[in-house]
Structures are given as C-alpha cells and as structure tokens.
Nanobody, 112 residues
C-alpha cells in the first residue's frame, strides 16, 4: 500500500506560478497529477514514469512541469502562467502493484 500526501496548493493570480508536491510512503514507478474542476470528471494533468518519461495534458503543455525526487519519493508539479481555468482540486496519483493510489487532494485557485 502507498500513502500520498500533497502540499502546496493555494490562491494565486492569473499569470502567476505555484508548485505542488506529493510525498509517497514508498517508491513507485509511475506517479502523476490529476485534477478535478467543479462539476467535471477527474482528468490527467501530468504523469512521470521510471526513466523520467513524461506525459502532459494538451491544456498544460508548455506551462506545467512534472518532476520527481527519487531519494525523497516525492513528485512535484510546477505550474507557470496559471489561468483561471486551472482552478481545481489537484490529486496526486501513483500506480503500484497493479493498484491505483490517490492523495486527498489540494485546492488550487487561480483568480482573474
């Protein structure tokens, strides 16, 4: 089993930057970030795999960067040029042992 703890959400103005972090209780090959906007389904934002290959949602390409510190079992999401439509609860995710694990989420609010 894997526990995930997110931190770093908050309120930021449009055009600003924010970094969210997720500490895992153990190492996992694949980790990532999803988000859920009010009234919408949860959607993939960015994923990073062993070997550091990454995938991004089209809506965040060029603005968001996912990275991982393997020594700390921590994944980061650096969010730049934030837009009001990025407002959502951001959830950390990892895949381990054929199971999906989720954090409790951290709210990111981008004001216009």
């Amino acid at each position: 089993q894997v526990q995930l703890v997110e931190s770093g959400g908050g309120l930021v103005q449009a055009g600003g930057s924010l970094r969210v972090s997720c500490a895992a209780s153990r190492s996992a090959y694949t980790m990532g970030w999803y988000r859920q906007k009010p009234g919408n389904q949860r959607e993939m934002v960015a994923v990073i795999r062993s070997g550091d290959s990454t995938d991004y949602a089209d809506s965040v390409k060029g603005r968001f960067t996912i990275s991982k510190d393997n020594a700390k079992n921590t994944v980061y999401l650096q969010m730049n040029s934030l837009k009001p439509e990025d407002t959502a609860v951001y959830y950390c995710w990892c895949g381990y042992g054929g199971m999906n694990y989720w954090g409790k989420g951290t709210l990111v609010t981008v004001s216009s």
